[in-house]
C-alpha cells in the first residue's frame, strides 16, 4: 500500500493538537484507511522524561526521534493516509543543526531520505504572534517570543513542504482550521498515490530492531525507572 504522510508543525499554541482529531476523523469520511501519529514528545513528557533533569537534552531528543520513526514506519503499513503531530524533521526547532546532524548520524538515516516519505505539511501560526497575552496564559514556561522564535523556526524547517493556505488566526481558531481542511482535501484529489515514498523503501526491519535497541541503551544510561523504561516499550508497540 502506498501512503501518504502529511505533517501538521508550526509554534506552540498553533492548534496542531486540537486539530489532529478533527482531520482525521473527516478523512476517514473520502479516504481509506487514515490513522495519526500523535506527538511523541508530549507522551515522554507525560510519563516522566524531564529533559536536563532525569535525561539530557540530547539523549531525549534522540530517544524521541526513534519512537517517532518506529510509530510513523509501523502506521505507514497499515494507512493510506497518516497525519502527525510533528515529524522527524522538528527535533530542529528544539537543538542545534550540529546536534541533530549527530543524531542522524547515530541512528545511520539520511535527512533526504526521511524528508521524501513527508508528502505535504499543515502550518499552524502560534497564536503568539496575534495574541502573545493569550499565549503567555497559556504557556507559563515559554515566552510569547520564544512561541514566535519556534514558529518561524518550523516554516523554515518545512518550507520546501508547507502546502500554502491563506489564513491568520484573527478569523478564529474553527475557522482556521476548517480553512486548512479544505486545502488538504484539494491537494489529496489531485495526489498520485503510486509516487510516494514511504520509510520502509528505505529501512528494513533489522534497521526497527536496532531503533529498539537504541531506545533501551538511552533509557539503562539514564537510569530512567522500570516503569516509565516499560511505558515507553508500548509507544511503540
Request: hydrophobic share 35%; net charge negative; proline share 3%.
Amino acid at each position: 500500500m502506498k501512503t501518504c504522510k502529511i505533517v501538521l508543525t508550526g509554534g506552540p499554541c498553533g492548534g496542531k493538537t486540537e486539530s489532529l482529531q478533527f482531520i482525521t476523523h473527516e478523512l476517514r469520511n473520502k479516504f481509506s484507511p487514515v490513522n495519526f501519529v500523535d506527538e511523541t514528545a508530549n507522551s515522554l513528557l507525560t510519563l516522566g522524561y524531564m529533559p536536563s533533569n532525569n535525561i539530557s537534552v540530547f539523549d531525549f531528543q534522540n530517544l524521541l526521534f526513534k519512537i517517532q520513526f518506529l510509530k510513523e514506519y509501523k502506521q505507514e503499513s497499515k494507512s493510506k493516509i497518516v497525519i502527525c503531530d510533528r515529524g522527524l524533521l522538528d527535533g530542529k526547532v528544539y537543538i542545534d543543526e550540529t546536534s541533530f546532524q549527530k543524531i542522524l548520524a547515530l541512528n545511520y538515516v539520511k535527512e533526504t531520505e526521511i524528508s521524501s516519505t513527508y508528502d505535504t505539511a499543515l502550518y499552524f501560526r502560534s497564536i503568539a504572534h496575534e495574541y502573545p497575552n493569550i499565549f503567555a496564559a497559556k504557556r507559563i514556561y515559554e515566552s510569547p517570543e520564544i512561541g514566535v522564535i519556534r514558529d518561524e523556526r518550523c516554516l523554515d524547517i518545512w518550507k520546501n513542504k508547507i502546502l500554502p493556505i491563506d489564513y491568520d488566526n484573527n478569523s478564529g481558531f474553527e475557522n482556521k482550521k476548517k480553512i486548512i481542511f479544505l486545502a488538504l482535501i484539494q491537494y489529496l484529489e489531485t495526489l498520485d498515490f503510486n509516487e510516494l515514498i514511504s520509510l520502509s523503501d528505505y529501512y528494513d526491519s533489522s534497521y526497527i530492531n536496532f531503533l529498539l535497541d537504541g531506545i533501551n541503551l538511552i533509557m539503562e544510561n539514564n537510569n530512567i525507572p522500570d516503569e516509565i523504561k516499560s511505558k515507553t516499550r508500548r509507544l511503540v508497540k
